[in-house]
């Protein structure tokens, strides 16, 4: 308890015991560092005038030591505080001037320091004067409080205290008191009286109580507590009968006195034993033991004797009280008022109580911190003792068995304590997932998937032995339980990865076929060589390429040539002779490359060079004209066979006819010229090249220039080789030679070496623990098991990994635990009260009656042996009974037959019986027929073995099998995807209930405790698309655009299958492809053929010259096909617009006119087609005219340049993007988009892009670009953790746990996350027993009515569900609950208890607890513990005694969960000028003290003077006034001079204003309600009207007046007006005295 206080009626005896530890001291002022003047004041006998002395000065002598003197100043004083002259003061009482002391040196500062002992609780103030102040004001925050504590002068050396004197030398002396804050003073708050209790008398004067009860002791200096009961006399109305019932008697027992050894046992405790039967009745007979000197040693142990003991034996004493018989008044009584025929029991035999005995405590464990560890808390040791010697009845309980003390080694000496970390193997293999069914992955080949996927690789937790010392991620430790790391959040176990794909070889157009070269231009050899054409790989990624097919394409050729001489005629025709005829035209002759045509040096053309001067001809005006030879047509073959070869043509027309003497024109087939074309073979031959192989040692390779291709280290360098064929088109291999040697693709390439690695795995953990108790018989053996981690795999060839990762093996054989059982000594004969006892006291003399029996038990071993009874005390199970109730027969005891055997039993549910008789007299004694005291029939119900199931609870989750067999640790690359659907088992708990319904231990009902019944888990199906569609027609039907592909639903996901994607408006899954596509625009050309002849009509003999018509054949073919096919097609698959004329008018010159070449090709538009700008073309005349006269015709045109006509700009233009494109066996991740470009006319035709690039336009667009496809990521958990324990030990509530965490969660179409992380199984319903302990029985007194009794409880064994209040506990065999001996030792079973006589004053039971309460401070708490309190009441039963009563008593405890209280005043309403006032609580409880004093409102109204008027009363201001249907009539002081009945009483009727003010203060009107909101109140506090309003009312009055006369005078007539004015009426003023005015 906190403290205890104790009230003496209403008198101020106040005790506090206060604990140290609870002293509250809200705030630490400030230190009081001013050192007091420490004045001594001598008091003589002329009490006026006092010697003073001041402070002691310094040590002053010649050297250190005790030879020093010191002097003060001392002097005569007035009681008035003023000094006077020495002969005022008594000399006889000088105090001295001049004393010894010991001088300290400067050295000595060393030797001596203050010690300053720590400061005490914060004592009010005037507790130390030894006086309560009554408190005038009320306490706000804190009253003022002071600390104390010690201040010493001592030796540095051994802190041995000496004078201050030598401390003050050197330093000032520490202050020893200082101010400090105490909460508030907490006055004592009690409870409301409880209703009067009912007459003590039923007939006559009686009395009657009512009891309040503590709710707060007084604390900080509060009120005491008042009386806590209240008592009154009542009477009943029936008199009593005279001399009848005056006093009432009742037998009143005393206290049990100790056990105690009968005389002659006396001896062994060197002393006697007297019982003290003193002539006071007043007092309880004392028992005083009369002991020798003689030293209770402590018990020690010989070192060669036993150290505990071998038996143990009880001894049976006797115990007494005393008897007597008490009046109703208090006053005692001959015991035979009381006690009628029997004799109370005063005596009994008892057993001597025995101490609990303990061993020596054990040596102090090991400190349980071991290492260093950031958070500083102390580590703590144990030590231990055990029971020897267990109490017996009432013998001292027994003391802490086990004791537990702080340690804190210094940490320097201890090592750091090891950190954990997580640890992480390598990644695993990058794996694709599929996205297929089982059904369709089967089918599929899932090796050559590639794209983005996903890797894993395991956690696991080592031991950091030191943080400074650098740790390697592969450094290896031994991994140890995961729960160690728990703190940390676990590294990623799962992360994104790729496979790369090949990628496909995007490929352009083959170019054409070129000159016949040399295989090696650089050295050419023989006669025959290649042809060749190329394509180019158009996109290329940072992926490995697929094997690319062939890029090059050659043809055997005939005369190779790598350089020819090129020809270009630049000169005209210069005839030799003349104007016209034969003549020389010059040529410009270079060398060139037969590919490309660029200008070499002339040395490397083998070949003679062609002339650079050839042989012409200028027409003669008569002569005929021929044009220029056409271009070459297309080649008819592609190549040449054994049936057909290529052919081409060229054409010439004639231009002009001759004259008569001109020269001729050539025959028609001059005309036209044919040569052969493409006349190589139809063979085509490459070189086709396999994949590369793999990366191969090669023992060619210098080792030792060994490097690092992109930054990786190289083990060492290899080779990979390919096969290399030449390959004839369509047919296969053929032998090297015919495939051009130069473009041989390489078959060798070096290559880096994949590096050995060889398997790494951690060391094995530790040994899991073996069990560290003794094995019980029969148990089987334990085992412990070890595993380890492989972190890396083997690869390349590496040292591979152990096949032994988990171990297990047999533990330690354990101790069997020893065997030791209790063994019983024979009962000794009944012990009863000795008669030397029984012959001093009042009672039955015979030796008969009830005693007790012992017996003695000793410990053996499994042989027989003796042991020590702490063995058995551990090991041999509950203490057998060593003492048992006996009696010896007396004369008038009834005797009985012992029992019978029990009957037969006729199978379950069925009972059985015994049965005795009694013998002799009793037969005919009638107290021993009573079959209550002695029955003479037993029965009991038999026990029955058969058992009854109840199934419990829900059954479980369906629970699938676990995928790995125990004791094998999958290793962690071995991803096995985790089943979670399929046949699994679910379980349901089984009650076992025996015959009376009580739970039994479920193994008695099935093995297992389950009832278990196969499940099934529907397995998730994933959304099911169709295949693709055929692709859709191109979105530009010419030109480039997008072609597109989808895929629609065809299942939906089910039970968590992968899910679908978005869904369109028609459901439909919107999943499709887009891919580029190019439509050609023109698939189709006009093919031309050659004009005919010009067709001239001549009339008569006229020669065919001048205007004519020629025709041409045109046909509609498909592109690139060659002119020697025969492909017409219809006219409208080609472009009618872009149709070219099938006839023109042509013009054949006459003899002697001017001939002119056709037109050549019209000059370039600017790019812009810009205004104002024009085209031009020109022509060069052939033929001259023959007379000067006739002119030539233009030479030159120009037309303006018209954008869309005549001239076109161009601009390049894209299409969309397709679709993320990824590889053939790609799944998702990283591919490319692609889109085509075109070339674009100005009036959006598309064109070949040759015509963009034509007029060098450069093409911005990016082609391709990289991408993403997201790859549908499903979900990955963890492994099921282990089942954790069960979470109830026993009953029908415990739960096994396990769980999972997700490792990484699903994204886009994944499968999703199931929503079970975690499974719950119930455990086996196992029956829980438990120690009941009753309730306190009522007070019993043995024998008597009233006085010292027991109240006793009991323990049970009863068995429950543990889920109570369901199931309440049914009681059971106590051997199932254990020891109950043990059990009684530790719980109080008897509690000493008074039942009150009747006239007795006595305490009330305690109340019950109350309510927590904190100390706060304007409403908030300063402390966590509260307190809350209970008290004792005092009933006075008849007046008489009330000397005798005991004190009210109040305790206090600490209490958690307190609440701050206030305290306030409550009223309630006025009748007759009283009124109830209380103090209430904040929670509402009505309460007495706690309320400020003070501050409490008044409970009864005065005026004063008093009311004495008739009619008159008070009101609730404190001024008189009249009562309903009265009016005030005030005097001029403005009290109340009389009451006048007010005239018609009615409230809405007008009254006199001077009666009316007397009326507005007592009751609320419209008035007061008006007046009270203005600044300035016309009304005054006691209801009258005040002066100035009617200072204002006369001004205004006057200023009406005056502003009526004003107006009159202003608004007069002139005197000249003769019709006379209207007569004024007379302005009259109505004044009703209405109150509104």
Not at 558 to 569: G, L, R, S
Not at 785 to 793: D, G, K, L, M, V
Not at 1233 to 1245: A, E, T, Y
Not at 1315 to 1320: A, E, H, S
Request: glycine share 6%.
């Amino acid at each position: 308890m906190g403290w205890t206080m104790t009230l003496k009626d209403d008198f101020g005896v106040i005790a506090w015991t206060r604990r140290a530890g609870n002293n509250l001291c809200l705030f630490f002022l400030f230190s009081l560092f001013s050192v007091s003047v420490q004045s001594d004041i001598v008091f003589p006998k002329d009490h006026h005038f006092s010697w003073k002395a001041g402070q002691w000065g310094q040590c002053i002598g010649e050297e250190c030591g005790s030879g020093g003197v010191q002097t003060r100043t001392i002097w005569c004083v007035h009681t008035e505080g003023w000094t006077t002259h020495h002969s005022h003061c008594h000399h006889m009482d000088k105090p001295e001037s001049q004393r010894h002391c010991f001088k300290v040196c400067d050295w000595h500062q060393n030797l001596f320091e203050w010690e300053v002992s720590d400061w005490g609780g914060c004592v009010l103030v005037p507790f130390f004067s030894n006086e309560l102040k009554l408190r005038t004001t009320e306490c706000i925050t804190a009253q003022h409080g002071i600390q104390r504590r010690k201040v010493n002068c001592v030796r540095t050396s051994n802190h041995t205290t000496v004078t201050l004197r030598i401390c003050e030398f050197f330093s000032q002396k520490p202050p020893v008191e200082q101010a400090c804050l105490i909460p508030c003073p907490q006055d004592c708050v009690v409870s409301d009286f409880n209703s009067w209790s009912s007459c003590s008398k039923t007939c006559g004067a009686g009395l009657q109580h009512r009891t309040r009860h503590v709710l707060a002791t007084p604390m900080y200096g509060g009120a005491i507590c008042p009386n806590l009961t209240e008592t009154r006399t009542c009477s009943s109305s029936v008199d009593c009968p005279a001399g009848e019932g005056e006093y009432q008697y009742s037998l009143k027992v005393g206290a049990w006195s100790e056990c105690r050894l009968p005389h002659h046992k006396d001896a062994l405790l060197s002393g006697r034993t007297t019982v003290d039967f003193s002539a006071s009745s007043n007092e309880n007979n004392t028992v005083t033991l009369h002991t020798q000197a003689s030293h209770h040693h402590a018990h020690h142990h010989h070192p060669h004797a036993h150290k505990y003991p071998m038996s143990w034996e009880l001894e049976v004493g006797y115990k007494t009280r005393q008897v007597r018989c008490t009046r109703s008044d208090g006053r005692n009584a001959m015991l035979s008022l009381c006690t009628k025929d029997n004799s109370p029991l005063t005596f009994q035999a008892c057993v001597m109580p025995k101490d609990c005995q303990t061993s020596d405590w054990s040596s102090w464990s090991p400190c349980s911190k071991t290492c260093r560890s950031t958070d500083l808390s102390p580590g703590y040791r144990l030590r231990s003792r055990i029971m020897t010697h267990i109490p017996v009845r009432g013998g001292k309980q027994c003391p802490a068995l086990e004791e537990k003390e702080a340690c804190h080694i210094i940490g320097d000496l201890l090592p750091n304590c090891p950190s954990y970390v997580w640890r992480t193997t390598d990644w695993g293999e990058c794996r694709i997932l599929p996205l297929l069914s089982q059904q369709d992955r089967r089918l599929a080949n899932i090796s050559i998937l590639c794209g983005s996927g996903i890797q894993t690789r395991k956690t696991y937790c080592v031991q950091v032995p030191d943080d400074s010392a650098p740790h390697h991620r592969k450094e290896v430790s031994r991994p140890v339980n995961a729960r160690l790391c728990a703190g940390e959040e676990p590294p990623m176990a799962v992360q994104h990865c790729s496979i790369p794909c090949q990628h496909h070889c995007l490929l352009s157009q083959w170019s054409p076929w070129g000159a016949c070269l040399h295989d090696n231009c650089k050295e050419p050899q023989g006669k025959k060589g290649f042809r060749q054409r190329r394509r180019e790989a158009l996109w290329q990624s940072s992926s490995p390429p697929e094997t690319c097919p062939h890029l090059v394409e050659s043809i055997p050729c005939e005369d190779p040539a790598c350089y020819v001489w090129q020809v270009q005629q630049e000169e005209r025709c210069i005839p030799t002779k003349g104007s016209c005829g034969p003549g020389a035209a010059a040529q410009n002759v270079t060398c060139v490359s037969a590919e490309g045509s660029s200008p070499v040096p002339i040395a490397l053309c083998v070949d003679d060079p062609p002339p650079t001067e050839v042989a012409c001809e200028v027409a003669c005006p008569s002569d005929c004209v021929v044009g220029s030879w056409s271009p070459w047509s297309p080649c008819s073959h592609s190549c040449t066979t054994k049936t057909a070869e290529g052919q081409q043509s060229r054409t010439r027309t004639v231009l002009a006819i001759p004259g008569k003497e001109g020269k001729k024109c050539p025959a028609a087939p001059a005309l036209e010229e044919w040569r052969v074309c493409n006349d190589h073979p139809c063979m085509v031959f490459y070189w086709e090249a396999s994949a590369w192989g793999p990366c191969i040692e090669d023992a060619f390779v210098d080792l030792n220039g060994t490097s690092s291709w992109n930054g990786t280290p190289a083990c060492a360098m290899g080779v990979q080789i390919r096969k290399v064929s030449c390959t004839k088109m369509n047919v296969g291999p053929v032998i090297s030679k015919r495939c051009s040697d130069s473009a041989r693709p390489e078959s060798v390439r070096p290559c880096l070496l994949p590096c050995e690695k060889d398997c790494i795995v951690t060391p094995f953990s530790e040994w899991t623990a073996c069990p560290s108790t003794c094995m019980p018989e029969n148990a089987t053996a334990a085992t412990q098991s070890r595993y380890r981690t492989i972190i890396q795999r083997s690869a390349n060839g590496g040292q591979e990994c152990p096949d032994t990762l988990y171990e297990e093996r047999d533990c330690e054989s354990r101790p069997v635990c020893p065997v030791y059982s209790w063994r019983t000594h024979k009962w000794h004969s009944c012990s009863l009260v000795p008669d030397s006892v029984r012959r001093g006291l009042s009672g039955p003399g015979e030796a008969c009656g009830n005693g007790l029996e012992t017996r003695g038990v000793s410990c053996v071993g499994e042989m027989g042996e003796s042991a020590n009874m702490t063995e058995c005390l551990r090991w041999a199970g509950p203490l057998p009974p060593q003492i048992r109730e006996c009696r010896v027969a007396c004369k008038d005891d009834c005797t009985l037959t012992s029992w019978s055997k029990f009957s037969e039993c006729s199978g379950c549910g069925s009972s059985r019986s015994r049965k005795r008789s009694l013998t002799g007299r009793s037969k005919k004694k009638e107290h021993c027929l009573d079959e209550k005291l002695h029955p003479l029939e037993e029965t009991e119900t038999c026990p029955c073995d058969e058992f009854l199931s109840q199934p419990y609870g829900n059954w479980s989750a369906c629970l699938l099998p676990d995928p790995s067999p125990p004791g094998s640790l999958q290793g962690w690359m071995s991803h096995r995807e985790v089943k979670e659907c399929g046949q699994g088992l679910r379980y349901r708990a089984v009650a076992c209930i025996d015959q009376q319904g009580h739970l039994v231990n479920p193994t008695h009902c099935t093995d297992s405790g389950y009832m278990v019944e196969v499940c099934h888990i529907p397995c998730p199906l994933d959304c099911k698309l169709s295949d693709w569609s055929a692709w859709s027609a191109c979105s530009a039907s010419c030109g480039s655009g997008l072609k597109i592909r989808s895929k629609w639903l065809r299942e939906k996901a089910f039970n968590g299958g992968r899910p679908c994607p978005k869904l369109d408006l028609k459901n439909q899954a919107q999943v499709y492809e887009a891919a580029p596509c190019h439509f050609e625009c023109s698939q189709y050309e006009w093919r031309i053929e050659p004009w005919s002849i010009c067709t001239i009509n001549t009339v008569d003999d006229l020669p065919a010259c001048g205007e004519g018509v020629q025709s041409r054949k045109i046909r509609c073919v498909k592109q690139e096909t060659a002119s020697g096919e025969n492909s017409t097609l219809g006219d409208s698959l080609c472009d009618p617009e872009e149709m070219p004329p099938r006839a023109q008018v042509c013009f054949l010159a006459c003899p002697n006119d001017c001939v002119v070449a056709p037109w050549g090709p019209w000059s370039n538009c600017p790019l812009q087609c810009d205004q104002g700008t024009a085209r031009n073309r020109s022509r060069h005349i052939l033929r001259l005219p023959a007379s000067e006269n006739s002119a030539c015709p233009e030479l030159v045109q120009s037309e303006p340049c018209i954008l869309n006509s005549t001239c076109f700009s161009y601009q390049y233009t894209v299409s969309d993007w397709s679709t993320c494109q990824l590889s053939e066996n790609a799944i998702c991740g990283h591919g490319s988009r692609l889109r085509l470009v075109d070339c674009i006319r100005s009036d959006g035709k598309i064109v070949e892009l040759q015509k963009c690039e034509q007029f060098g336009l450069i093409n911005k667009y990016k082609l391709s670009e990289s991408c993403v496809v997201d790859c549908p990521i499903s979900c990955m958990l963890s492994d099921w953790s282990p089942w954790a324990e069960c979470s109830h030990t026993c009953g029908n509530q415990g739960q096994f746990l396990r769980t999972r965490r997700i490792l990484q969660e699903a994204n886009e179409e994944g499968r999703p996350c199931p929503n079970q992380l975690t499974q719950i199984k119930p455990c086996p319903i196992k029956p829980c027993y438990t120690w009941r302990l009753s309730d306190w029985s009522p007070c019993t007194v043995e024998g008597a009515e009233c006085g010292e009794g027991l109240r006793r409880r009991s323990l049970s064994c009863v068995v429950n569900r543990g889920n109570w209040p369901e199931s309440p506990p049914q009681p059971v065999d106590e051997e199932l609950c254990g020891d109950k001996l043990r059990q009684h030792i530790q719980q109080e079973m008897e509690q000493p208890c008074f039942v009150p006589c009747p006239g007795d004053c006595h305490l009330t039971v305690w109340s019950s607890w109350s309510s927590c309460q904190l100390t706060c401070l304007e409403g908030r708490s300063f402390e966590t513990t509260g307190r809350q309190a209970r008290s004792r009441a005092v009933i006075i039963q008849v007046m008489e005694n009330q000397g005798s009563c005991p004190h009210q008593v109040f305790e206090t405890q600490p209490c958690k969960g307190g609440k701050c209280h206030s305290y306030q005043w409550r009223t309630g309403g006025w009748s007759n000028n009283e009124r109830a006032v209380w103090c209430q609580r904040s929670d509402g409880v009505n309460v007495t003290g706690g309320c400020f004093p003070q501050k409490r409102p008044t409970t009864v109204r005065h005026c004063h003077p008093a009311c004495t008027k008739p009619f008159s009363h008070c009101t609730p201001s404190g001024v008189c006034g009249c009562e309903k249907g009265y009016t005030e009539v005030m005097t001029t002081h403005g009290f109340l001079d009389y009451c006048t009945r007010t005239p018609g009483v009615d409230n809405n009727k007008k009254a006199d204003v001077k009666t009316n003010s007397g009326r507005l203060k007592p009751g609320p009107s419209q008035a007061q309600d008006l007046f009270s909101e203005w600044t300035l109140r016309p009304v005054g506090p006691d209801g009258r009207v005040k002066l100035w309003v009617y200072a204002v009312t006369a001004v205004g009055f006057i200023l009406i007046l005056f502003v009526i006369a004003l107006s009159f005078l202003v608004c007069k007539p002139s005197k000249t007006t003769k019709t006379s004015p209207p007569p004024q009426k007379p302005l009259t003023l109505a004044y009703d005295g209405d109150m509104d005015m």
